[in-house]
T-cell receptor
Framework: AQSVTQPDIHITVSEGASLELRCNYS??????LFWYVQSPGQGLQLLLK??????LVQGIKGFEAEFKRSQSSFNLRKPSVHWSDAAEYFC???????????FGRGTSLIVHP | KAGVTQTPRYLIKTRGQQVTLSCSPI?????VSWYQQTPGQGLQFLFE???????NKGNFPGRFSGRQFSNSRSEMNVSTLELGDSALYLC?????????????FGDGTRLSIL
């Protein structure tokens, strides 16, 4: 069975600084990987997804993520954070015979002005 | 296409009551999943339906149940409500119900138990 670990419960950055949110997965074959964002009072919105091919994936809102098989990681990055990026971020992994992706516990991003 | 629609958005109930939440998936999506989200436990999977059949179930007591209709709309029911059931309940849909497909979420129903 697949699993996802998001090691950081909270991350605090200053507006304009770069951001990296960590995600480690456990899965035997090539995984399907997703990043979602949840703003307060809303549902989860898909930021980007990795299925195969180029290991650097571009998403919406200026986010990107890099798949590193050797490290079983799929970290989310943004070069310059905006105050509106303050939200909860979820990493998810799918694949094999499972019907739905497995979600991590989430990382709460706090942005200081 | 319209997104996933959940109704109602907010609900207040008292202990011992029961509640029914509704979810209309994106048109053409046949899989509907339900999640409970609380500050302490995070996002927890409740169950998943595909073509009116429950395929997956999380680790929740039998008080939590669901169903899916022929038009893919889904409802979840919680009976004998407890204070700990206060949470944001999220519904998500996907096309074929495989884990390699992204899920599309509604904005949730905020359930408060008094």
């Amino acid at each position: 069975a697949q699993s996802v670990t998001q090691p950081d419960i909270h991350i605090t950055v200053s507006e304009g600084a770069s951001l990296e949110l960590r995600c480690n997965y456990s899965y035997g074959a090539t995984p399907y990987l997703f990043w979602y964002v949840q703003s307060p009072g809303q549902g989860l919105q898909l930021l980007l997804k990795y299925f195969s091919g180029d290991t650097l994936v571009q998403g919406i809102k200026g986010f990107e993520a890099e798949f590193k098989r050797s490290q079983s990681s799929f970290n989310l990055r943004k070069p310059s954070v905006h105050w509106s990026d303050a939200a909860e971020y979820f990493c998810a992994v799918g694949g094999g015979g499972s019907y739905i992706p497995t979600f991590g516990r989430g990382t709460s991003l706090i942005v200081h002005p | 296409k319209a997104g996933v629609t959940q109704t109602p958005r907010y609900l207040i109930k008292t202990r011992g009551q029961q509640v029914t939440l509704s979810c209309s998936p994106i048109s053409g999506h046949r899989s509907v999943s339900w999640y409970q989200q609380t500050p302490g436990q995070g996002l927890q999977f409740l169950f998943e339906y595909f073509s009116e059949t429950q395929r997956n179930k999380g680790n929740f007591p039998g008080r939590f149940s669901g169903r899916q209709f022929s038009n893919s709309r889904s409802e979840m029911n919680v009976s004998t409500l407890e204070l700990g059931d206060s949470a944001l309940y999220l519904c998500a849909s996907s096309e074929g119900g495989s884990s390699n497909q992204p899920q599309h979420f509604g904005d949730g129903t905020r359930l408060s138990i008094l």
